[in-house]
């Protein structure tokens, strides 16, 4: 009764929508049994079969929260995947206060961050910066990465890997029941999660049936039209795959190294106030695509120089116009102007940006301040002292680690809330608890 009334509530407030009553009915209904079976009484199938898949569903895309689809009743107030995000943090609170237990260094640093994202998020708010609201997320990462850990070692998950493989399959069809358009940033991170699936079942000898499921899930990305290979960031991620796929040895030293660089980088740039270039140059080498490699070769300069280079360097330089003292602890939110490009200026003219910049090395300096950023980092690295099965599993997910950090806001948004939880399940260790 613990997995069926929940879900029977879930599809009764999702599919009936227009009438009141359902909606508050079902909606504190779902929020009271999570409230009791992951608070007051852990219960492992709820915690497994319920709550778990609810808190990736409702956190995978921004339409879900906006439209009818959950943004009813109850959760027109306390929107699902918030009160999902804020009994996972209680849980954590709740056993960072157990006097029983010896805290850990990393929990305390934990702490600091969710702390310092609080009062960045404030000070935001009071400086009425749109934004505000988005460094919310990035203490997710690590308190959810904990929270799996635990329910591990509490013996509320035993088969991890299993586990995975069945909670892969419940989101992949509640998705295609709600709509895969809507998932948003978690589309890419639901792609890495289907290659990484081949690279574990493959290790030593191919799986006809992991090959038939990756085959099916592209099969219908193509029939839905829905491009996923017309982006930069998938074809990136399929290139990995490829590249993990045939050269399996470690790397994962290599990328943790490239962790602290970026953030040495960008702390270092604040500090000393480097100015970058306002002015970002027509890099394109070709004139005509006349050759495919040298199509996606202007395409590759183009995206890193007049696109992402362009918002790098603009929001950099906005944080630099501050001294040390207001950069130690920045409002989050702020908007910048991007440097002048032909993506941005000639498009927007010199209007300032409002989408981010684009890199979560950047992203955490710039919302949080250099404490936050050298604290939030540090926790980041201990991710990568971690097995994640296989080498070939391991190299993929550290790889993927890192270029969402480069190459995207994904470590502020919610939707990469399903990409923590699966690491949480691949880790061999948890690092926050040991």
């Not at 290659?195 to 029939?223: D, G, H, P, Q």
Request: with cysteine; aromatic share 22%.
């Amino acid at each position: 009764m613990s997995i069926l009334i929940p879900w029977i509530s879930f599809a009764l407030h999702t599919l009936v929508t227009g009438n009141q009553i359902i909606s508050w009915l079902c909606s504190i209904v779902i929020a009271t049994f999570i409230f009791w079976f992951c608070l007051i009484q852990e219960n492992s199938r709820f915690i497994k079969y319920v709550f778990l898949p609810l808190s990736l569903i409702s956190s995978a895309s921004y339409d879900f929260n906006s439209g009818k689809i959950f943004a009813t009743g109850f959760f027109q107030y306390m929107s699902l995947d918030f009160f999902c995000i804020v009994t996972i943090f209680s849980r954590y609170l709740i056993r960072i206060l157990n006097f029983n237990k010896t805290i850990k260094l990393l929990d305390v640093l934990v702490i600091i961050l969710i702390t310092l994202c609080l009062i960045s998020s404030i000070l935001g708010y009071f400086s009425n910066f749109k934004n505000y609201k988005w460094i919310l997320y990035l203490p997710i990462c690590f308190v959810v990465f904990s929270y799996i850990g635990e329910l591990k070692d509490n013996g509320h998950i035993v088969d991890a890997e299993t586990y995975s493989k069945i909670l892969l399959l419940i989101l992949f069809i509640s998705w295609i029941i709600l709509g895969l358009g809507n998932m948003s940033h978690a589309a890419f991170i639901f792609l890495i999660l289907f290659f990484n699936l081949f690279l574990r079942v493959n290790f030593k000898k191919f799986s006809y049936l992991s090959i038939s499921l990756v085959l099916t899930f592209l099969l219908i990305i193509y029939t839905n039209n829905l491009q996923f290979f017309a982006s930069f960031t998938t074809t990136l991620f399929f290139v990995f795959f490829l590249i993990c796929f045939i050269f399996p040895f470690s790397i994962s030293f290599f990328y943790k190294q490239l962790i602290r660089l970026c953030s040495a980088i960008i702390a270092i740039i604040i500090i000393f106030s480097i100015k970058l270039p306002r002015f970002i140059s027509d890099f394109r080498v070709f004139d005509d695509s006349t050759y495919l490699y040298l199509e996606y070769l202007n395409k590759l300069i183009y995206k890193i120089f007049e696109d992402r280079c362009a918002m790098w360097f603009g929001a950099l330089n906005h944080v630099t116009e501050k001294d040390i003292f207001y950069n130690f602890l920045r409002p989050a939110g702020e908007y910048f102007v991007p440097s002048i490009s032909t993506v941005f200026y000639y498009r927007f003219g010199n209007l300032e940006w409002s989408g981010l910049s684009h890199s979560g090395f950047i992203e955490v300096y710039f919302h949080a301040g250099l404490l936050a950023g050298i604290i939030c980092f540090i926790l980041i690295e201990k991710v990568f002292n971690v097995s994640y099965g296989n080498v070939k599993s391991t190299n993929y997910l550290l790889i993927s680690i890192f270029f969402l950090l480069l190459l995207g806001n994904f470590i502020i948004t919610k939707s990469i809330l399903i990409f923590w939880v699966f690491l949480g399940l691949y880790a061999k260790k948890n690092v926050y608890s040991k």
